[in-house]
């Protein structure tokens, strides 16, 4: 049995080490669960969300399973599910997204059970996070406060129909991001996918922003949108 084989062994059957979490500063009364990209782990990103906190809300960075990666020619590395290739007609892992939609939606429902109520927890995500938390929260029946997506796409967008969902997050607030300069994930993706999920949920509450210069990464001026939205879709209630 090679390395791989058994890295994978150890990844698919939910050992994945415990979520990275920043803690709330007094009792949390509010959650980002925040998803993060290909072959990364959860720990950069809790580091990021900790420098833009709020006192009253818990922070849960989650690390993806060990598993081979198509696009990497099966190389074995953290992966929410299989992607296949990077163009909007890529064939997509649709047994893979579903899982993975269904672990996150045990990870809001772990939240509810600590007595953090789903309307009180934003989904976020960056790339490969970010798609998977677009999806979840346009798939579950747990109504969540909002949607924070960076430089990412909507996976499995033919399964959705045409005109307005009607679940229990059709007015969701979604917070989408992208850098112009986006080499991986172009920004073409970022604003067809925005298209799409205006004609899925309320427009009004849609928000998409570019950064000037960014690649597939990061930047000071998009953590400050996302804190302003976290602030306030997730207001302190005491």
Partial sequence: MSLVETRCMCGNNMSAPLPAIVPAARKATAAVIFLHGLGDTGHGWSEALAGIKSPHVKYICPHAPVMPVSLNMNMAMPSWFDIIGLSPDSQEDEAGIKQAAENVKALIDQEVKNGIPSNRI??????????????????????????????????????????????????????????????LVPLMFGSLTVEKLKSMINPANVTFRTYSGMMHSSCIEEMMDVKQFIDKHLPPID
């Fill in 122 to 183: 934003i989904l976020g995500g960056f790339s490969q996070g970010g798609a998977l938390s677009l999806y979840t929260a346009l798939t579950t029946h747990q109504k969540l406060a909002g949607v924070v997506a960076l430089s990412c796409w909507l996976p499995l967008r033919a399964s959705f129909p045409q005109g307005p969902i009607s679940g229990v997050n059709k007015d969701i607030a979604v917070l989408q991001c992208h850098g112009d300069c986006d080499p």
